[in-house]
């Protein structure tokens, strides 16, 4: 017997792969075919909310990710000059890194709302019985979907665009890429 909604959720996941969204989370639905569905669920909000602070740190410069990309260590704190004073100097190599960083955290920002938004869609799709449409999803139309996701951080404005996932999953076709 079948879950509600599961043969969505799995036409959903084969969506994104193919157009490498939410890769992010990836390892996390192997995890929930399992048994641990409710401890996954704790896991992804914990590792979430983990790398939203994560890309606020760095944006906030408190942190830095390390050559290999791999981990992140506080900064100390910068010592005063020799002759005491304190006037802008341009760096050219401190201000390339401090854009590399800027990047980095916007970058984990974004996957983290893609994520959240995947999320909402999958929750809403596994309530939801319909039978799984042949068609896929445009490529277009997704990769729209994918930017317009990361650039939102509320709530509720995930929820929205996890709500339009989920309808052009269940019909593909149902939001016009003007709509989006």
Wanted: a negative charge.
């Amino acid at each position: 017997m079948d879950i509600p909604g599961e043969k969505l959720i799995i036409k959903l996941w084969e969506s994104c792969a193919d157009r490498a969204i939410g890769s992010l989370l990836k390892p996390w639905q192997i995890k929930r075919e399992g048994l641990a569905q409710v401890e996954v669920r704790r896991q992804e909000t914990l590792l979430l909310a983990q790398a939203e602070k994560d890309a606020d740190d760095i944006r906030k410069g408190l942190k830095i990710i390390s050559g290999s990309g791999t981990a992140m260590r506080l900064i100390g704190t910068v010592a005063p000059k020799p002759d005491g004073k304190v006037e802008p100097t341009l760096d050219l190599d401190s201000l390339a890194s401090s854009v590399t960083h800027a990047r980095t955290a916007n970058a984990i920002r974004e996957e983290v709302n893609v994520a959240k938004a995947l999320l909402h869609a999958e929750a809403t799709l596994s309530r939801d019985d319909s039978p799984v449409p042949a068609e896929s999803i445009n490529d277009d139309w997704m990769y729209r979907w994918r930017d317009s996701a990361a650039s939102v951080s509320s709530e509720q404005m995930q929820s929205l665009w996890g709500s339009v996932l989920a309808g052009e999953v269940k019909s593909p076709g149902s939001f016009s890429l003007r709509t989006l």
